[in-house]
């Protein structure tokens, strides 16, 4: 039970941060979660949400200033959950970021010895993401594209996203008006009507190749093909124009279904010297200078050799594997997305690569067949979603006997999950390098080296 009244106001200091980057203030052991709120500072805060174990608080007044605060141009950055750490001097993001994984690797791991170096930043931490994926909605009876409230579904139109190349900023504005100007209608979630539903802009970052993508609810686009054609000459970068058709009530962006609608299907880029293709449906790191750091670390890490078996499970189009397959005897790889085993086929052929085979499947059941079928890794390199490892991939990855695991994560919850796992059946942690691959927010990446107990 908590005394704390929804609306009322407190006077409070807070003396934390949430893995989100919330302050949290303590009223009588109660913690309320408050956005735009640092460490030490002390400030008028309004309970909006009060929930059993803890509440959620709007700042009124602010009586001092954390050193490390910075001006947050626009508030809605904050709000809509774009950059919710853009209050914070980028100094301060990276060492939050370091104490985010310390703080599991001690309470989830039980691994406080491990030592995790600091962040490794962005000389520039803005303009860096290569891909947008932008909601459309009717607002004030106009298309209009932003970003949601956090929370929320209600659109606060943005023009300037901060943390996106600015030439993917300038391109959702061109589609937004030449969508206007042929009267496209924008989707209507609740009732699942009108058109547009998203548009998605991938801009390689060393290629500059546009791939504009218009998710919709209805195959029938009148004028596609027309619109396509504007788009590309208003924006000479666009290589590719697709149609993405999604028919369902559903927060999943993309459907299945997908037309070409000018150009190409995939646009071309390059990471550490190699050249990739991309798909519409492939993932791909979205801050490109940084995942070269982050591959570079995962590769010394490993310290390979000629004669190295190497699996790349979760490869994604194979970026991993072929950024190391040179050095390697064989590179084994596994991802669960049709399109971007296909990519990484031909990005392994385009890149002249004959030691790389690649499958489509769950790693976690791949896995455990190529150990029946003999196949003996040397080194395992891992890239899991949020959610982390199956238990049954960890396993199997054990049963296999690597010397070295080369754990990448996105999430360092599980990450430290999978840590105790693997420290558990004879795997030892030894270092972990965070890279900051998203600045300005709360998401951490870092690469983890296990090694054989002996
Ligand atoms: N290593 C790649 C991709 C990392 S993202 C890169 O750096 O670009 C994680 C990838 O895991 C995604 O491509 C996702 O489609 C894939 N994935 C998710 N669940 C999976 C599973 N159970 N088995 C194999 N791949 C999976």
Request: glycine share 6%; charged share 25%.
């Amino acid at each position: 039970m908590t005394t704390v009244e929804k609306n009322q106001t407190y006077t409070v200091t807070i003396d934390d941060l949430s893995h989100e980057g919330l302050g949290v203030a303590h009223i009588d052991g109660y913690p309320l979660f408050i956005e735009n709120a640092l460490p030490e500072e002390e400030i008028k805060v309004k309970a909006v949400k009060v929930g059993k174990k803890f509440g959620y608080g709007k700042v009124m007044e602010r009586f001092n200033a954390n050193p490390e605060r910075q001006e947050v141009k626009d508030l809605d950055l904050l709000r809509s959950g774009i950059a919710p750490l853009s209050h914070m001097t980028y100094d301060y993001q990276l060492r939050f970021k370091q104490q985010q994984v310390v703080k599991v690797l001690k309470t989830i791991a039980k691994l406080p010895e491990l030592p995790v170096a600091s962040t490794l930043g962005m000389e520039n931490p803005f303009e860096y993401r290569n891909k947008a994926q932008i909601p459309v909605q009717k607002v004030d009876d106009q298309l209009m594209t932003g970003f949601y409230r956090k929370n929320s579904h209600i659109l606060l139109p943005i023009e300037n996203y901060l943390i996106q190349d600015p030439k993917i900023d300038q391109a959702i504005i061109a589609v937004r008006n030449i969508l206007r100007r042929f009267n496209v209608k924008a989707y209507n979630e609740r009732e699942n009507t009108g058109f547009i539903r998203h548009i998605i802009i991938r801009r390689g970052h060393y290629s500059h190749e546009m791939m504009v993508i218009l998710v919709t609810r209805t195959e029938r686009f009148f004028k596609g093909t027309e619109i396509a054609e504007i788009i590309k000459a208003e924006l000479p970068e666009v290589v590719s124009v697709i149609q993405n058709i999604n028919p369902e009530k559903t927060n999943v962006i993309m459907g299945r279904e997908e037309k070409v609608l000018y150009g190409k299907s995939v646009i071309n880029d390059t990471l550490l010297g190699k050249t990739y293709q991309i798909s519409p449906q492939s993932f791909y790191q979205v801050n490109t200078e940084q995942t070269e750091v982050l591959y570079q670390t995962a590769i010394d890490f490993a310290e390979l050799n000629s004669e190295d078996i190497v699996v790349d499970a979760y490869c994604g189009i194979g970026t991993i594997g072929l950024s190391l397959a040179d050095k390697v005897k064989h590179v084994y790889g596994v991802e669960i997305v049709p399109q971007a085993i296909e990519d990484a086929k031909a990005n392994a052929k385009a890149n002249g690569i004959e030691n790389a085979n690649y499958e489509i499947g769950k790693a976690e059941k791949l896995m455990p067949r190529w150990a029946r079928e003999g196949i003996e890794p040397s080194v395992i390199f891992v890239d899991p979603p949020r959610k982390g490892l199956d238990e049954k991939f960890i396993e199997a990855s054990v049963a296999v006997n690597p010397q070295k695991i080369v754990y990448i994560s996105c999430n360092p919850a599980t990450l430290a999950r999978d840590l105790r796992r693997y420290e558990d059946l004879g795997y030892h942690a030894v270092k972990v390098q965070p890279v900051d691959l998203f600045p300005q927010t709360y998401h951490v990446e870092s690469v983890t080296l296990l090694i054989k107990a002996v």
